[in-house]
């Protein structure tokens, strides 16, 4: 895996200057609701909160290349930056901390399960790679369709590609050359599981060979690199080359979640080790090298990220619960009892 | 029920369904069928013979061997505006797709609020009877029906397959439609013709009486209704009722037909314990305490695990109409 | 000779077609060897042949279709070489794998299995059903009255429902039979050991007490009313006096003679009480005759103590004493049982707080002395623990209106109020 470091030369990939700033905020936005997350856990107000710190440059570059009002994007619940990347307002991230009844689920979902079905964010429940299947499913609409132009872009981590239905899924999705990215978001550990663990192989993208697909490993640390991979992949996707098996590789730098403690399983000097490969200061430095921003842009827009984040956050925190009998609505589209 | 005309048909359960997926392929473009052996063989007992000629293999899919995704697929092509009907060979074999069929669809409507829907049809043969032995015979029903956010039909007269497989291929909601294989061949009757259904959640009483309520479903109705026919030869007056829907299931032809009567009994294959027969039991007991001359009483399979392959044992677990008849007649003498 | 039937061919395969016969009749066959092929809406199949012989007839012919176990065909069997003599084969009837095989009969019958739904209806029939019970009650219909025509005897719905439609039944009566139970024959239902599913015998007794409260609801129109009485001081009086009296007349000192004297008193002053309902008019009785309900056994009796007014209270312990002592020896005679005017019963002695008395056959109304019960009761606005004893009274409303009954109940309890704590007995 390619080290980072400060290139002398951008390759911007086609990228404009307002572009590059777009994701360099988007990645300011994850990071702050992300310590707001914890920080509102700490205090007591929200009983869980999952961090995605490392994942930024992933989802900066993967959000950049989705085609809004296309693509369909089937997530997993470290994904908060890409399902804002492609529309989902600020808003709904503190409302499903906070579990009011205006968040989209109704305050059914734990934190960090969206679902956005006008912006074509599926809905996901918190079980592992069993939402695998459900991107081919789409995927396959959009194929049985006809409807070139469209991809569906499906993400998990290094974890859910030991699970069967992944496996599956995959199969299926290489047998009939579906319109469907497949990104995992390789942050080297599965709760406490590490990647030696969880296979025998060093490179996730080898599974792709398997079934008959083709691989592509990125430093997921790196948002342009990352972009210029997804835009590629979804490309081949949308216009009927078939999937893609997309390997992002970055660093999960904080727990699990608030309930896990990672001192149990990992030093602070491991953490430390991949420190280099925060996206966030590593992507800062580099617009600001190559004058894409100066350093007080940077704070402006940090400031700015912080005035948003504080804004939803009391706006969803004055909000409502959801009522009780609200526990007993879309069971079906009638009645909820089992007997008539 | 809308008859849209007044022609009908004598077909056995075989072809009610294949017909009436045949008229919902050709009706909506978004209607296909998933599984495995479904398109060049045209299912193991030729339901699909000849569908994937007509509406083509994107349409008519012959699946990986993955029951898992078979269902996972189809959830993620309801949720994105097709209708599919996804096939499991054998009820046996349902078991992987459990994780998609509990933990997703059936939850899609409610942890998303409305926001996406799973608008699924689960098709699968079970029942017993056919020497099919440990991994072909058994009856799933009780696994499943546990689960808010399922529907589960059990029809077995051809009438009924048609008017609920239709039900389910319109329902919003996903439905575990359940074909009992011992009934394939073995029931005729007589189908109208056109486009009906049959709400999901209705019970039909097959055969009137008023001295015992006898509730079943599948293939024992069939046994039932023909132990009731030989014991009103001894005016001995048993009501059949066929539940057809096992959820939802449908409290008021029961309760009407317990308080006429006031003895029920529930027959059905699948294991007592935790069975059908447990839930109905308990409804009855706290709607119609003061209506019942008599205890509640059950005939099931044994809670064993499945039936054998050598022709006494699977003799043994099945129920034979004899021992329903004299069940029936002992409990109108009580 | 062995026949052949149409195999079943697949799991749900109904019936068959034979295609093409492989043999014709005369040929040899091998056992296993090919000799007609089949074929059903699954699956074709050459079927192979279960014994060794001679094709002797073909029954179905080429294109027809038959039902899976229908004869297809005769073999004539020729013993395996080297068994050494032909024996009779057993007819094989399948040839194939066969759905319904001629199994050796198990029997399986007897010992209960998971599966049949067997109840332990001894259990059951302890008690009646939930359904028995309310039509019953809804119907008022006295279960244990009835023969019951379910299984061991049980009473059934239908058989309540019957009763109640057979005419219209007396309402349960309340009545007051102390059952002083002697112990039941062995494995006989009596009345004082009555065993559920079972009948127990109407004695000669029964059947009168049975007429008797059947007519007198029949023609009194029944009426009932009460009054508390605080018997605080009465009861102390007599519990002042119960020790003497046991020891110098050799029997108790209830509350009963203390009454029946309240009692004399109030006829006296309220004569319509002491009276009957007849045709030509009411009859207006001269005598105080009060009969004291007596339960015992499977009787109730009402035995008389005459001319109740010329006794004291002492006097009207001692009659009644004689009187119970008599009953329940079995020696009352028939002066002791008839003439009654009025009838006392002390259903407190049982612990009853209320009741609702059947007027004993003529006799205008019918007082029962019910528990006496320390109660808190408002005395000058204050509250005070009194001891209180409710009367109540059934009345011929042919006889006696409300301000009648009213006014002899006032009295009574005016009376009963003002004895005690001490006086003479």
Known sequence: MAKAISTPALERHGLSDDQLRWMLRNMYLQRTLDNRGFQLNRQGKIPFATGSEGHEGIHAGSALAFARGRDILVPYYRDMGLCIGVGMPVLQVLLSMFARAKDVSGGRQFPNHYSYHSLGILSISSIIAAHCPHAVGAAYAMKLRNESGRAVLCTFGDGSTSEGEWHESVNFAAIHKLPIVFLCENNEWAISTPRAAQMAIENIIDKAAGYGLPGVKVDGSDPIATYAVMREALERARTGGGPTLVEATCYRFLSHTTDDDDRTYRTREEIERHRHLDPVPRFEALLVEHGVLTSDDASKMKKDVLAEVNAVTDQAEALPYPAPEELYTNVYEGAYAPWL | MAVASTTSTVMNNVEAVRNTLYEALKADDRTLILGEDVGARGNVFLITKGFIEEFGPERIIDTPLAEASIVGIAIGMAMEGLRPIAEIQFADFIYPAFNQIVGEAAKTRYRSNGDYTCPLVIRTPYGGGVRGALSHSVSIEALFYHVPGLKIVAPSFPADMKGLLNAAIDDPDPVLFLEHKKTYRLVKGEVPAGHYTIPIGKAEIKHPGDQVTVVSYGLYVHQAIEAATRLAGDNISVEVIDLRSIRPMDRTTILESVRKTRKLLIIHEDNKFGGIGAEISAMVVEEAFFDLDAPIRRLCGPDVPAMGYAATLEEEFMISTDRMANTMREMVAF | ?425
């Open chain 3, 1 to 425: 000779m062995t026949t052949i039937t149409m195999p079943q061919l697949g799991e749900t395969v109904t019936e068959g077609t034979v295609a093409q016969w492989l043999k014709k009749p005369g040929d040899a066959i091998e056992k296993y060897e090919s000799f007609v092929e089949v074929s059903t809406d699954k699956v074709n199949a050459e079927v192979p042949s279960p014994v060794s012989g001679v094709l002797r007839e073909i029954i179905c012919k080429e294109g027809e279709t038959v039902a899976t176990g229908a004869p297809i065909a005769i073999i004539d069997e020729v013993a395996v070489a080297g068994a050494g003599g032909a024996e009779p084969s057993p007819v094989a009837a399948h040839a194939a794998p066969a759905a319904v095989a001629a199994a050796p009969a198990v029997v399986s019958n007897g010992a209960p299995r998971g599966g049949n739904g067997s109840v332990n209806t001894s259990e059951v029939l302890r008690g009646v059903s939930p359904a028995v019970r309310r039509l019953a009650r809804e119907h008022h219909v006295d279960v244990s009255s009835l023969r019951g025509t379910g299984h061991n005897g049980r009473v059934t719905a239908n058989d309540v429902l019957a009763a109640a439609s057979r005419g219209p039944v007396a309402p349960v009566a309340v009545t007051r039979a102390a059952a002083v139970a002697a112990p039941a024959g062995a494995g006989r239902s009596t009345y004082a050991a009555p065993v559920p599913g079972t009948l127990v015998p109407l004695s000669p007794a029964r059947k009168i007490i049975a007429q008797r409260m059947v007519e007198s609801l029949a023609t009194a129109p029944h009426a009932w009313t009460m009054v508390e009485v605080d018997v605080s001081n009465v009861w102390a009086w007599r519990a002042k006096a119960k020790d003497r009296f046991q020891q110098e007349k050799g029997q108790p000192l209830t509350l009963l003679p203390f009454f029946i004297h309240a009692v004399v008193g109030a006829l006296k002053a309220n004569p319509l009480l002491n009276a009957r309902f007849t045709d030509e008019g009411i009859y207006v009785e001269s005598r105080y005759n009060i009969g004291i309900a007596v339960g015992m056994d499977a009787n109730l009796v009402v035995p008389v103590i005459r001319d109740a007014d010329t006794l004291s209270i002492a006097g009207l312990a001692i009659a009644a004493g004689k009187l119970v002592e008599k009953a329940r020896a079995g020696k009352l005679g028939a002066d002791d049982l008839t003439g009654g005017t009025f009838t006392v019963n002390n259903t407190g002695a049982n612990g009853s707080v209320l009741s609702k008395p059947i007027i004993n056959g003529g006799q205008a109304a019918i007082v029962t002395m019910e528990a006496v019960v320390k109660r808190p009761v408002v005395i000058a606005d204050a509250i005070a623990i009194r001891s209180i004893m409710n009367v109540c009274l059934s009345l011929d409303h042919r006889v006696i209106d409300g301000t009648a009954s009213n006014a002899f109940l006032n009295h009574l309890k005016k009376s009963l109020e003002a004895m005690g704590p001490t006086g003479d007995l």
